[in-house]
């Protein structure tokens, strides 16, 4: 049996020292036996298409998924996606259409579940937002199963508005979810037997994300009253996972072990980007005289999670009868912009900086002719590595991306044309705002709330491209691996179990795996395999989904 352990966010900056110290007691073993190192996320490391590209192989330009939400055709607006618009079949599909049992939980980027050999719960993509549901579990009748051993919590509580006692109540709900999760996956591995088991831990990401401020003391946003009232409360975190690891592998008697995460992390700075207001101040966008179209829709959007009880949001935003979630969602990244005058213009995504072109016969009122794209793109990155941190004039961009650099595939076209990787001042990274005020200075020092506040302003930890992988069983030869890419985790995992590995994944089985195995090369290719259709969720569905990420602090 294969046992896969996702620490959402888990990074080896933590894990290593934490592991020396003896706080992590079972990973630091499977460590001693096993092969380790970082794990390389896809650029942007953004939860979808990393977990995405773990299970499929590929690059996001082939299995097609670069973030929660895709623009909506040529226009300037965005629809969410989910497992139907992925172009390439996951590992639970090969190994069941290879006959062997698997389950899959929590797993983002998979709903609407797959029919499996086994079991599928989706990950906090599912639109149902408070209990087990039918809709994100296969078979439906295991949700009833989940439901009566009181759930597979997701979030399951708001990270938008930070106010007092959010921070115990969210400590405490991290624990639940951990022990909760850790005894469904532990009653399924003591009553049946699986030839692939994943179970996903969402709480390192969560942690790190707000109590990064309780752990790094360097830190301008380090809490020293949150540290005395709760101590260090992302260790903690990962010293409760580290037991939920050693339960885990005792029910399992797993032949092979993997632990892996999607990116890794680190801390957030006390400057603020706001990109639309650069490009516009230096002449690629401009916006509508007095238009406060962005800046209402924000504020109706956080007033939703802020200040409206949780079950009257829903019918907030399904007042009007179209699709209202992804119309706000649309006009808070779009709104207020003059297409007819705008080359460039950015969704202002903390989590993924990037920029679109605006290119005539592309998008709908593209004003770039196609012959000048390439021109363009080469100004505007020019233009970008010239930015400077007005405070300490070191540069704000260490580089920029064009998607052809990033991504190969069919799928490339929806992904943003330019992608920013951002300097880290003195280790810790920039936080990207969006311009609802279409005035005002494009990096701004940021104080007092802006610091404490929810994940949308005051996070106090954020994602890096290194995430980590520990990799334990027979043919693994043990020490330290460099160079593992989260495209590397699928063909890994069926070298382990001797399955045909195709020579069309873009990831490649560890060179730690020995050769011993059997394992023979060219199966089948997994752009012929049969995926989902295309299926956007429908009005109800869409409004929970943006209810949650934006409950997580994604939008």
């Known amino acids: 049996m294969f046992l896969i352990v996702g620490l959402d966010g888990a990074t080896l900056d933590l894990v290593q020292p934490w592991v020396e110290s003896g706080d992590l007691p079972h990973l630091g073993a499977l460590m001693e036996r096993g092969a380790w190192g970082q794990l390389m996320a896809p650029m942007p490391p953004v939860t979808f298409p990393s977990w995405t590209t773990f299970m499929t192989g590929v690059n996001p330009g082939r299995h097609g998924i670069f973030d929660f939400t895709r623009r909506d055709g040529g226009g300037y607006s965005v629809r969410f996606v989910n497992a139907t618009f992925r172009k390439a079949p996951t590992i ?30 989706s990950g906090f993509d599912t639109p149902v937002t408070t209990r087990a549901d039918a809709s ?25 508005s930070v106010g007092p006692g959010w921070h115990r109540g969210a400590v405490e709900a991290m624990q639940r979810g951990i022990e909760r999760k850790t005894e469904l996956a532990r009653d399924l591995l003591r009553r049946e037997r699986f030839d692939c088991f994943m179970l996903l831990f969402g709480e390192s990401d969560t942690a790190a994300h707000h109590f990064w401020s309780t752990h790094d003391r360097e830190s301008p946003r380090f809490d020293s009253a949150l540290r005395d009232e709760l101590g260090d409360v992302v260790r903690l975190v990962y010293r409760r996972l580290d037991e939920a690891l050693g339960k885990l592998m005792d029910a399992a008697g797993a032949r092979h072990v993997l632990i892996a995460s999607d990116h890794g992390f680190g801390g957030v700075g006390d400057v603020g980007l706001y990109l639309n207001r650069w490009l516009a101040q230096q002449g690629f966008l401009s916006w509508r005289s007095r238009s406060r179209t962005a800046g209402l829709a924000g504020r109706v959007r956080g007033a939703a999670v802020a200040a409206i009880p949780e079950r009257w949001q829903a019918p907030l935003f399904r007042i009007g009868g179209g699709r209202v979630a992804g119309a706000i969602e649309s006009r808070v990244r779009f709104g207020g912009i003059d297409w007819t005058s705008t080359r460039a213009f950015s969704e202002e995504l903390n989590y993924n900086p990037s920029i679109w072109l605006n290119v005539a016969g592309r998008d709908a009122q593209g004003v770039v002719a196609a012959s000048d794209y390439r021109h363009v793109c080469a100004e505007l990155s020019a233009r970008l590595m010239e930015w400077r941190d007005p405070e300490s004039e070191a540069p704000v961009v260490r580089r920029v991306w064009h998607r052809d650099e990033l991504y190969e595939g069919d799928h490339v076209q929806w992904a943003p044309d330019l992608t920013l990787e951002l300097e880290t001042p003195r280790g810790y990274s920039y936080m990207c705002l969006p311009s609802l005020a279409t005035a005002g200075a494009s990096i701004v020092k940021l104080e007092g709330a802006a610091l404490r506040g929810g994940k949308l302003t005051g996070m106090s930890g954020s994602h890096r491209r290194e995430g980590i992988f520990v990799l334990a069983g027979e043919g693994v030869t043990p020490g330290r691996v460099r160079g593992a890419r989260m495209m590397d985790m699928t063909p890994t995992v ?16 560890l060179d730690c795996v020995s050769g011993a195995m059997g394992v023979t090369h060219g199966g089948v290719a997994p752009s012929s395999l049969k995926t989902m259709p295309e299926n956007y969720y429908d009005e109800n569905a869409e409004t929970q989904l943006r209810e949650r990420l934006e409950r997580l602090g994604y939008l």
């Open 92 to 121: 639970w599909r090969m190994l069941s259409d290879a006959g062997q049992r698997v389950c899959s939980l929590g797993i983002p980027g998979n709903y609407p579940p797959e029919a499996v050999n086994g079991y599928t719960l």
């Open 136 to 160: 994100f579990a296969y078979p439906p009748s295991f949700a009833a199963e989940v439901e009566r051993g009181g759930g597979f919590p997701f979030a399951d509580f708001q990270e938008f």
């Open 494 to 509: 069926l070298s382990l179990l001797r399955q045909p590995v195709s020579d069309c994944f873009d990831g490649r089985a």
